[in-house]
DNA sequence: TAGTGTGAATGGATTCACAGCC
DNA sequence: GGCTGTGAATCCATTCACACTA
């Protein structure tokens, strides 16, 4: 089975099992079950399985799974079994808070470049990495070129995140983590995932409303 | 139909629908159709028709939709017709650039109130709002009662989360909004969002990796 | 006994097809 | 002609039930 047939829901499912499965190692163990790692992400014991069982067989009736090794293969199926050089633009509040978000180096993303187009700010380094100056936005496709980066985090405001969008994919990008809260759009050679923390607030905002 | 019923994606949907609304009626436009909306955010225009269907009609045939009522129908669905009072824990880099974040004042979301127990930072102000100090996390019941709020944002590190969490539900809190990198558990009085940043790295990598 | 892996059944969401309206 | 609203059909994900194994 090819991992682009794994479901799009378990395949977020599987960031999950990973992130468990690291806190599971720090405490020492050695195996779980589908019914513990259930418990701890309260999602049922079947359905772990069944998502563990798209990419072959690894645990051990009576056991559970080796954690180790299925760290590894969960790891080989996101494509973090490598590190993934990543660009950011957007040097505001909310861009320099994610260069200094550790949580990204864990998992093997460096941030090798940050690009703004404020006079005020390029040149400058960022708090987080004094190596790294914020460059003009026309400098990415000399960065990709040269860092070899393939993934970007956009942070910019919302009327500018088509175009630098549009600049990320000619200078050869595949893949965008975009916040700015609106829809964009890029060629089939790229992906883009969103994330509108608004919209996160909207929908906690709904289900609160609901409970009520 | 209580609004309880709409489908979990389909309530998402509707957040991106209401983005999309707020644009088009900044560029002055009245109506917008079922497949315009759909072309701005690839989704198929049946299913935007299904999910306005869910609470009532609203479209004209051969016109589409008026944005200023479907917008307003869709902000009393989503609970945001009226502001809600909110408070973060955690005054780290993520919190503070969530702190400034504009997006959510925009939304109806009103910070009202920060809370850390580094010692360092208790009893500074917040850049964004200088009204606004930092106080320990024990003045969560006080603050929770005197400005009446119901929403929490989390962005504290992953082994302290649950503890934030039990204390926000035990002081009356009915959403939290989870930014740290671990599944938290809360009673059925209370609702959960997360929002993990490297998990969206990871799912991002995977489907880069599936492209190629 | 404790636990996996999986075909079959179920439940939900999306898409299709089309009647009806402006 | 353009567009909505919706039952029917389809598709897909989750759950059930159980054979199997350490």
Redesign the pocket.
């Known amino acids: 089975m090819k991992s682009s047939d794994i479901?799009?829901?378990?395949v977020h499912r599987l960031s999950l099992y990973l992130r468990e499965l690291e806190n599971l190692r720090q405490a020492d163990r050695r195996t779980v079950?589908?019914?513990q790692l259930g418990d701890a992400l309260k999602l049922?014991?079947?359905?772990i399985?069944?998502d563990?069982?798209y990419f072959g067989?690894?645990?051990?009736?009576?056991?559970?799974?080796d954690i180790e090794a299925l760290m590894g293969r969960i790891r080989r199926i996101l494509g973090t079994d490598r590190t993934w050089n990543v660009l950011l633009v957007g040097a505001g509040n909310l861009g320099m808070a994610l260069s200094a978000y550790r949580g990204f180096a864990k998992k093997g993303f460096r941030l090798c470049a940050v690009f703004d187009d404020d006079p005020e700010k390029i040149g400058r380094p960022i708090p987080a990495f004094p190596a790294i100056f914020i460059r003009p936005v026309c400098d990415i496709p000399i960065a990709v070129r040269e860092k070899d980066i393939r993934l970007a985090i956009v942070a910019v405001p919302a009327h500018a995140a088509q175009g630098v969008a549009d600049a990320l994919v000619g200078a050869g990008v595949r893949g965008i983590l975009n916040f700015a809260p609106v829809s964009i759009h890029v060629t089939a050679t790229a992906a883009v995932t969103a994330v509108d923390l608004a919209v996160q607030l909207e929908q906690l905002s709904f289900q609160v409303s609901a409970l009520e």
């Not at 067989?57 to 799974?65: D, L």
């Open positions: 479901p799009a829901p378990a079950s589908s019914r049922t014991a079947t359905q399985r069944k563990l069982a067989q690894f645990g051990k009736p009576g056991i559970g799974y």
